[in-house]
């Protein structure tokens, strides 16, 4: 799970990840905005949390352990910046800090839940919300039970719908790591473009890798 939920207190940051962990959503997130329903309709045009196959909510008490597996997998801190285990204490208070929206806590992070089974499947998280600018920062994470099934591109397409059409924001962008091929793959599916390169940016067992910004322009907007 990546983006900054715990950053306010741990002052983390993460990229991408593998689980298809998908820039942001790696391993230290960004939590919590209550979402109250999963229908919203915005002063131009209607929009959905969810769809056929998966919706979007709210962090809940009851995904306090598989936040903590996610967050606490050791193989995908290699994409981000947490370097030390992430205690339940701390995955509690965030969890109970979901009703700051993003406009106050800057952040949000949603479950990623499979309708057939009501089971959370992975997260989504906006981080460095910039209201004045209009953009804020994006990752996801996916388990690796349920990849390449098309979840990613699901979900980011709903959360693109929420950006754009209700917070009204002009971008949202992703740091992805050069070597995370699918994250590449599934950003550029989505219709964000590569504008730029940080050299160097990720230190590796392999050595520093590079890390591809990405950003996705609100074509109405």
Avoid at 141 to 158: P, R
């Amino acid at each position: 799970m990546s983006c900054k939920y715990i950053q306010k207190q741990t002052n983390k940051k993460a990229y991408s990840g593998n689980m298809i962990l998908f820039p942001g959503i790696g391993i230290s997130g960004c939590f919590y905005s209550y979402i109250g329903s999963l229908f919203f309709k915005s002063s131009k045009k209607a929009f959905m949390l969810y769809n056929d196959h998966i919706y979007l909510r709210a962090p809940e008490p009851e995904d306090l352990d598989v936040l903590y597996k996610w967050e606490n997998d050791s193989t995908l801190w290699k994409f981000g910046s947490t370097l030390s285990p992430i205690s339940k204490f701390t995955l509690k208070e965030y969890i109970a800090n979901s009703h700051l929206d993003i406009f106050e806590a800057k952040q949000l992070r949603l479950m990623i839940i499979l309708k057939e089974n009501e089971q959370p499947v992975g997260t989504i998280d906006l981080f460095d919300f910039d209201p004045f600018h209009r953009r804020a920062a994006i990752g996801i994470l996916i388990d690796s039970s349920v990849q390449k099934q098309g979840l990613g591109h699901e979900t980011l397409e709903l959360i693109k719908n929420y950006c754009f059409n209700f917070l009204q924001l002009h971008q949202i962008y992703a740091h992805v790591p050069s070597a995370n091929t699918p994250s590449l793959h599934l950003f550029s599916k989505c219709g964000f473009i590569q504008n730029g390169l940080l050299r160097e940016w990720l230190n590796t067992e392999n050595g520093f890798e590079n890390v591809v910004w990405m950003q996705c322009i609100n074509p109405n907007n």
